[in-house]
């Protein structure tokens, strides 16, 4: 389901968690959506996916005959970390920049409060 990640995304932010002391890092912007919308409306994620939820997870890519099964045992060899959906994959998340950057956030928005402020006193 997208948005789509490289798993280097989710290893900085399995780092970023283990060497600051947050309990919860979101790495992609649907995470909030799913958080937050579960909050005042559980009923409609539930509905949403329901209907939308086992098809977004699938790909109209034919599965080849001779693939090699994995089922009892892994198959030889080394396949590294990225699969067939490497090309969509995103390689950063605005999210988790912004959720790891929280004090600069702040600050900037701090900063543009004063500014706003000291602007509407000189009127």
């Not at 600051?20 to 539930?46: C, F, M, Q």
Request: overall charge neutral; charged content about 20%; proline content about 7%.
């Amino acid at each position: 389901m997208p948005p789509i990640f490289q798993p280097e995304v989710a290893a900085e932010a399995i780092y970023y968690a283990a060497h600051h002391r947050r309990r919860e890092i979101y790495v992609g912007a649907s995470t909030n959506v799913a958080i937050y919308g579960n909050t005042l409306a559980p009923w409609l994620a539930d509905r949403y996916l329901g209907k939308t939820g086992y098809d977004s997870q699938q790909t109209d890519e034919p599965v080849a005959p001779d693939r090699p099964s994995n089922l009892w045992e892994p198959l030889p060899g080394d396949h590294g970390a990225h699969g067939i959906f490497g090309a969509r994959a995103s390689n950063c998340s605005k999210q988790l920049w912004a959720d790891t950057h929280r004090g600069l956030l702040a600050g900037i928005a701090v900063g543009v409060g004063v500014l706003a402020g000291v602007a509407c006193r000189r009127r």
